[in-house]
């Protein structure tokens, strides 16, 4: 089983989620993460989904979003063709003699405090899926009372623009 990150450019109308989504589930396909947002030209926003499958099944999720009438574009996010970062909120359960540990690991991986109430933080993190996943670990002393990820969206690096699949 492989990961790929698509990067679909689609028209910025209403229903285009439910259609690409609707794509997924007519065909028990599964989406790990799913961002969308407008692009700089309002006429059209910006997918990024993450799937898992063998290759035959990332080739057929390909082939039918190229069929949808709304995916202008798909560009396969690779590993150092692309940056690709998630945002993730953290609530971890402090006591005052565990915020500095908290906070020491947090300065590590250049992340932020972004709310203290008197028995919790809530540290925001940005970055790839590995580095995520090791500040995740890390915290594993100490007890995540909630946690909430955006999902992975990325760009193509500027040397890379040239290798989409156009319609």
Known sequence: MRTKVLSLLVDNTSGVLSRVSGMFSRRGYNIDSLTVGVTQDPKYSRMTVVVTGDDKILSQIKNQLN?????????????GESVCRELVLIKVKASPEERQQIISVANVYRANIVDVSPDSLMVEITGNTSKIHAFINLLDGFEIQELVRTGITGLTRGLYDDKTDNK
Do not use: A, C, G, M
């Not at 069929?67 to 560009?75: A, F, R, W, Y």
């Open 67 to 79: 069929k949808l009438e709304d995916v202008v574009q798909i560009t396969e996010l690779k590993d």
